[in-house]
């Protein structure tokens, strides 16, 4: 169980610990004119740089409650947790390796 679990009763962890819930990964934040934006057609590019070493936020309803690193395993590309926001105007708190 982490931290942030063990405060919460044992009552709600049952009750509302299995509720799915829409988890957002923003890889890169791109700037844009308006009018780039408006000539965008079907099969355009839009270059996102080098992300290898960008840390990516992940979020839900826009809230932002971790930052991990982007990795790719078996194929498929994951995040790896490196820290956690622990409430609203927190910081990231950086993970123990």
């Known amino acids: 169980m982490s931290a942030s679990q063990a405060s919460i009763p044992p009552a ?6 299995r509720l799915p819930v829409e ?4 890889l890169v934040r791109v700037r ?3 009018g780039d934006i ?5 099969h355009d590019v839009i270059p996102l740089g080098d992300l290898t070493d960008q ?3 992940l979020s839900v309803r826009g809230r932002i409650f971790a930052v991990g690193d982007l990795m ?3 194929k498929s590309l994951m ?6 926001v622990s409430g609203p105007g927190d910081t990231p708190q950086d993970g123990e390796e």
């Open 32 to 34: 844009m004119t308006a």
């Open 55 to 57: 840390p990516v936020a």
């Open 38 to 42: 408006a000539s965008l057609d079907i």
């Open 72 to 74: 790719v395993a078996d």
């Open 79 to 84: 995040v790896k947790l490196t820290s956690m």
């Open 12 to 17: 709600y962890q049952r009750r509302f610990g």
């Open 23 to 26: 988890v957002s990964v923003e």
